[in-house]
């Protein structure tokens, strides 16, 4: 579980964090969510320590990581696994190369069979087993976006998170990478936090949903919840995309006739 205590986080006189505060469950997918410019991925930072913030606090299942001690942070920090917007892989290396990469870093001494077969079972969790020697420009967006995955897994992560992991995709290879996020979220027990603005990820694996609007949260529910929101910030955020208006008539239209019979 984390949880962020009054968050406030400005540059220069703008203010892009203006006191939050939450709790992301571990087991569950936990979306920020928001237009661009609210400020998610700005929280995001502040949560994995990459910005400080101004005032406020943050929590790894009870510990302190904000101003503690390095040790402690450092000792947090290789819990947790990041899937970048691009994926971020590096160009120079193969798959199996990238994967290995944080465990080179993280666990230097970790024999050179274990760290391959570390690997190879991540890859094979995302469904990319035997892509070991392909190279990033020989794959599609979509199998980029997995091997983020393994190697964010890689370390046997307690933290997973995932900045906008459905940009550049497809809507049918987003909603598999949204699922294999979920999966591997409920598999591994992890406190996963999703940053996106993407309604079919909201309805698809919305947990939790933290709803920020010009880096104030305004509402925070489940995807069972959303739709019913009295939020006028969300429902226009909601509505924007024709086909979630379209869906809420049909629901209108469906609770007008079971009233009526």
């Given at each position: 579980m984390i949880e962020i205590h009054n968050i406030h986080k400005s540059f220069g006189d703008l203010k892009v964090l203006d006191g939050i505060s939450g709790v992301f469950e571990t087991g569950k997918t936990n979306l920020l969510l928001g237009a661009s410019g609210t400020g998610k991925s700005v929280l995001l930072k502040c949560i994995v320590g990459l910005v400080k913030p101004d005032i406020g606090s943050?929590?790894?299942?009870?510990?302190?990581?904000?101003?503690?001690?390095?040790?402690?942070?450092?000792?947090?920090?290789?819990?947790?696994?990041?899937?970048?917007?691009?994926?971020?892989?590096?160009?120079?290396?193969?798959?199996?190369?990238?994967?290995?990469?944080?465990?080179?870093?993280?666990?230097?001494?970790?024999?050179?069979?274990?760290?391959?077969?570390?690997?190879?079972?991540?890859?094979?969790?995302?469904?990319?087993?035997?892509?070991?020697?392909?190279m990033p420009s020989e794959i599609s967006g979509g199998m980029k976006k997995r091997v983020g995955i393994a190697r964010a897994i890689a370390p046997e992560c307690t933290y997973l998170f995932c900045d906008e992991p459905n940009s550049g995709l497809d809507p049918l290879t987003a909603l598999k990478i949204d699922e294999l996020i979920k999966e591997i979220?409920?598999?591994?027990?992890?406190?996963?936090?999703?940053?996106?603005?993407?309604?079919?990820?909201?309805?698809?694996?919305?947990?939790?949903?933290?709803?920020?609007?010009?880096?104030?949260?305004?509402?925070?529910?489940?995807?069972?919840?959303?739709?019913?929101?009295?939020?006028?910030?969300?429902?226009?955020?909601?509505?924007?995309?024709?086909?979630?208006?379209?869906?809420?008539?049909?629901?209108?239209?469906?609770?007008?006739s079971h009233h009526s019979s």
């Open positions: 943050v929590t790894f299942d009870g510990t302190y990581f904000t101003n503690n001690k390095l040790g402690i942070r450092q000792e947090i920090r290789r819990k947790i696994g990041m899937l970048f917007q691009s994926s971020a892989l590096f160009d120079s290396m193969n798959v199996e190369e990238n994967v290995a990469f944080p465990l080179k870093m993280l666990t230097p001494d970790m024999p050179k069979s274990e760290r391959l077969d570390r690997v190879n079972f991540c890859l094979k969790r995302v469904g990319l087993e035997n892509s070991n020697k392909k979220t409920e598999e591994f027990n992890t406190t996963t936090i999703i940053v996106t603005h993407d309604m079919n990820s909201v309805i698809e694996i919305g947990d939790n949903i933290m709803f920020l609007y010009k880096g104030k949260k305004l509402w925070e529910g489940t995807r069972d919840n959303i739709m019913e929101t009295e939020v006028p910030e969300l429902n226009e955020f909601i509505f924007a995309n024709r086909l979630m208006r379209d869906a809420k008539k049909v629901e209108e239209g469906e609770e007008g």
